[in-house]
């Protein structure tokens, strides 16, 4: 096999950001950070932050673009299939390390409908997170609690009334594990103290409902749709059923095998799985973190070595793996059940 399509690793690649944290993912990727508002790191990406040039698309420790490998031989990184991803270095999913060390402000991200419609992408923003860490009390706010008239929402809205916001909210506490399946449309805010590992459609599409908290102004929250039309993509129906969209998982125990860490219905968008020893994958692109030190097997007898904080993109052409390891430890993120023949198929949260 040429060793150009074995496992890359990824070099490190933090964002700065509105908001303050970032120091749990340098203890983990074993790097540092140049301030304290670099929050993010974007895993093995090749979309950038909106209308930030190039900024978000990852390299690989040899200094290569992600974005270009996979746009140079999209059928060795995501399969035959590639021909009906959205662009050419598309590999369906957009993985990020988020630490949050206050809270995030109230916003919504649209679903693949009223983004194909209205902002020309055959994706959406469905998201989900693996709660790596979380500070005793730090909670996940998600879907409203009870229907809201949507003239009030607006109102509220345009008072910047936070508090009116989350009161309205769903509360529950984060904890180490918890895996959360956020649909587009949904209302979310993310306390302070929270850690999670972040996979998502591959889009950077967010309307903000709580600017106030941020950076951004009311001209710069609405998708450039005009609030009139972006409210089109916020639920007011009340989210009643949470526990559909939680999942406790255990990353410490000793691991075997592949364990599932989101609810089934995520399937469709992006598919998280916690690896130990002897857990087996099919062929195609995949995002690794690794939390223990680990080795990949690909189905020609290549090796590759993973220690702990390392992010590897795993191209198509590596074949079925396999992982090995006294200690062996990986959250292992991929592109949705079927994708991309099902990127054209309607939204299922």
Same mark, same amino acid.
């Given at each position: ?234 639920? =007011?129906?009340?989210? =009643? ?109």
């Amino acid at each position: 096999m040429d060793p150009q399509l074995h496992p890359r690793t990824m070099a490190p690649n933090l964002i700065d950001h509105f908001y303050r944290g970032g120091d749990r993912i340098a203890a983990l990727r074993g790097i540092e950070q140049s301030n304290p508002f670099q929050p993010e790191e974007w895993l093995a990406a090749t979309v950038p932050r909106a209308g930030e040039g190039e900024i978000g698309l990852a390299s690989t420790t040899d200094g290569e673009l992600l974005r270009d490998l996979v746009a140079a031989d999209p059928e060795a990184w995501i399969g035959p299939g590639h021909s009906l991803a959205a662009r050419p270095s598309d590999t369906g999913v957009l993985v990020k390390l988020l630490d949050a060390r206050q809270r995030l402000p109230v916003h919504v991200h649209p679903a693949r409908a009223f983004a194909l419609s209205h902002l020309d992408c055959p994706y959406g923003k469905t998201e989900s997170w693996l709660v790596l860490d979380a500070e005793p009390g730090s909670a996940f706010h998600l879907g409203w609690s009870e229907a809201v008239d949507p003239d009030e929402l607006d109102r509220r809205r345009d008072a910047q009334d936070s508090e009116w916001m989350l009161a309205r909210m769903n509360r529950f506490e984060a904890r180490r594990g918890m895996g959360v399946l956020v649909p587009a449309g949904t209302v979310h805010a993310v306390d302070a103290g929270i850690f999670v590992a972040e996979v998502q459609e591959p889009t950077d599409f967010s309307l903000l409902l709580e600017w106030s908290v941020t950076t951004s102004t009311r001209d710069e929250s609405h998708l450039d749709l005009g609030f009139d039309t972006a409210m089109g993509a916020v639920s =007011t129906s009340a989210l =009643t059923d949470i526990d559909a969209l939680v999942r406790s998982n255990d990353l410490d125990s000793p691991a075997s095998g592949a364990a599932r860490l989101l609810p089934p219905t995520a399937d469709a968008y992006f598919r998280l799985d916690r690896a130990g020893a002897g857990a087996e994958f099919d062929a195609g692109f995949a995002v690794v973190l690794a939390l223990a030190d680990t080795v990949l097997h690909g189905a020609s007898g290549e090796t590759v070595s993973a220690a702990r904080g390392d992010v590897l993109a795993v191209p198509a052409a590596f074949g079925p793996w396999r992982t090995e390891g006294t200690e062996a430890n990986l959250i292992v993120h991929r592109p949705g059940s079927g994708w991309p023949q099902t990127l054209g198929d309607s939204d299922v949260a």
